[in-house]
């Protein structure tokens, strides 16, 4: 069966770093378009970084220089380096991966103070 699970959710002050950790079963991140989403309370869940099987990543704006993806294939796990957090940082993290639909960890929250 598909599963992705996450760690890496911490209370960090304003300006540390936290790597997120997902690791997968059921599928290979190498051969999977995969990424990284969350929800900052009040707001709907938003894409924060994305990796192809290319290698070709995306951010989205809020988080470029500060946020890097990146994937471990001899443990099938995806890592989100976050540098200078920021207290609108504060969220729910999940990782996220496409194999024949859109699979999804349980969540890890972030929270910046």
């Known amino acids: 069966h598909v599963q992705l699970v996450e760690s890496g959710g911490v209370s960090v002050q304003a300006g540390g770093s936290q790597k997120l950790s997902c690791t997968a079963s059921g599928f290979t991140f190498d051969a999977t378009d995969s990424g990284w989403y969350r929800r900052a309370p009040g707001n709907e869940c938003e894409l924060v970084s994305s990796i192809s099987t290319n290698g070709s990543t995306y951010y989205a704006d809020i988080v470029k220089g500060r946020f890097t993806i990146s994937q471990d294939n001899a443990k099938n796990t995806m890592y989100l380096q976050m540098n200078s957090l920021k207290p609108d940082d504060t969220a729910v993290y999940y990782c996220?991966?496409?194999?024949?639909?859109?699979?999804w960890g349980q969540g890890t929250q972030v929270t910046v103070s």
């Open positions: 996220a991966a496409a194999v024949g639909g859109r699979y």
